[in-house]
């Protein structure tokens, strides 16, 4: 896999969700991701991001176009310095949330993009990073 | 280093460095004759250099928020609101007050030739001076935009949530942008308030407007609907898009219990139907009576 243009977003306030999420549709639109794709792939960073808000106060997102087996697709990194996951299965479940909320950021978000990987230590952090391929699969 | 000395220099050659600013701003690239006539930046300028002079006639060069300084403050505030207004970049602005530094230094060189190490301390001395007052034209600049986005946050939130009454009983709001917790705030009370005011017992949530759906904005929605249920009240939502559909789906929200539409006609059409109320083509014959 191959990274053909990266760049990184600071996210420290709820106002960068909006410009965050349209440059990843920008990046999506311009590998000619489907409408469809295009709207999992924005929804799953939506919930990352906002995770990354609510629980970490912010952190960055490291864009990339990616090219593999000569498919573009998007590679979004999520890198935080919070309190970190202290049992990833458990917040990897349906429904589960220290927060009030719904429960479903997290599974949601695996289950809308191809690739998804997460890693964390407490005290320390959590990076997850997605990949999303332009037709999907 | 005798800084009421210093002082009392500048305040002597005032004319001189008067005609120098004025001949390095005119001589700037950058000057903008078109916004600003000469004569008002002439003014302008003089007025600043007095009360800046007159700020540092007592030997203060480096604290600019003691009351000496207030009307040179004030003076410079005033001047990069207007200018902000006029249409000038903020580089613009500040260097104009930049410009003033090379005039007051020339000054102190020509009296100070026989004496560097007092030239340069005093040339020091005046930088961190005007380094300061740009600072304040900048601060003063920025204040005013943040005054402008914020006026437009404000309008924007006021003119975002209309509830509109589509029939007797049945009021639709269309949801614009993106529903935070502070919009869903709004959008909710607005939503029960003209329940309670109208006595409609179905409420149309349209999220047409609505660019991307996650579990926070659908937490939302399903809050509303249960508030709206409580006050005895039915809610529609329409305007789920296809692509939204399916990622709601895969997101693993259950809006099951809500009733959802693809369109705000087809919720309308619900609605009448919840109501017992109906469209029909009114009859041809009487059609044509009425055209005769």
Redesign the interface.
């Given at each position: 896999m191959i990274s053909l243009t990266k760049d990184t977003m600071q996210i420290v306030r709820?106002q960068d969700?909006?410009p965050f999420?349209n440059r990843v549709r920008e990046l999506a639109t311009k590998i000619g991701m489907s409408?469809?794709n295009?709207?999992?792939l924005?929804?799953a960073a939506?919930?990352l991001v906002?995770n990354m808000l609510k629980y970490a106060d912010g952190g960055k997102v490291v864009l990339e176009v990616v090219s593999k087996n000569g498919q573009a697709g998007i590679r979004l990194m999520f890198v935080d310095e919070g309190a970190g996951i202290e049992n990833i299965p458990q917040a990897m479940q349906?429904g589960f949330s220290t927060g009030r909320?719904?429960g479903?950021?997290l599974?949601?978000?695996k289950?809308?993009v191809n690739e998804f990987d997460i890693k964390s230590k407490v005290n320390e952090g959590t990076t997850v990073t997605i990949i999303h391929w332009k037709n999907g699969r | 280093m005798n800084i009421q000395q210093t002082a009392q220099i500048l305040l002597r050659k005032k004319n001189t460095i008067l005609e120098n600013w004025m001949k390095n701003q005119l001589a700037d690239a950058s000057l903008r004759d078109d916004l600003l006539s000469n004569e008002d930046l002439r003014r302008q300028s003089e007025e600043l250099l007095n009360s800046l002079l007159q700020a540092v006639s007592h030997g203060n060069f480096d604290n600019i928020y003691s009351s000496e300084f207030e009307p040179v403050n004030d003076i410079l505030g005033d001047i990069s609101i207007t200018r902000a207004r006029q249409g000038f970049s903020p580089r613009e602005i500040s260097q104009y007050v930049l410009s003033l530094k090379q005039a007051l230094t020339d000054v102190l060189e020509e009296e100070r030739r026989n004496e560097p190490e007092l030239l340069y301390r005093e040339v020091v001395l005046l930088n961190k001076l005007v380094d300061s007052l740009s600072i304040i034209t900048f601060e003063t600049y920025l204040k005013g935009r943040e005054e402008v986005i914020l006026r437009q946050s404000d309008e924007i939130s006021e003119i975002s949530t209309p509830v509109i009454r589509v029939w007797d009983g049945i009021l639709a709001l269309p949801i614009i942008g993106?529903l935070?917790s502070s919009r869903t705030q709004v959008v909710m009370e607005s939503l029960l308030q003209e329940i309670v005011n109208t006595g409609s017992s179905i409420a149309i949530l349209d999220i047409s407007g609505v660019?991307?759906?996650?579990?926070?904005v659908?937490?939302h929605l399903i809050k509303t609907v249960s508030a709206t249920r409580l006050m005895g009240a039915e809610c529609i939502i329409s305007g789920i898009r296809?692509?939204?559909a399916?990622?709601i789906v895969?997101?693993?929200?259950d809006l099951s219990n809500i009733r959802t539409k693809a369109t705000l006609a087809s919720a309308l059409q619900l609605a009448f139907g919840m109501l017992s109320l109906e469209v029909r083509k009114s009859n041809q014959v009487s059609t044509t009576k009425l055209f005769k």
């Open positions: 709820e969700v909006v999420r409408l469809v295009q709207t999992k924005i929804t939506s919930e906002r349906d909320s719904l479903l950021g599974p949601g978000a289950r809308l | 993106t935070d660019p991307a759906v996650d579990s926070l659908a937490q296809a692509e939204i399916q990622t895969h997101l693993g929200i």
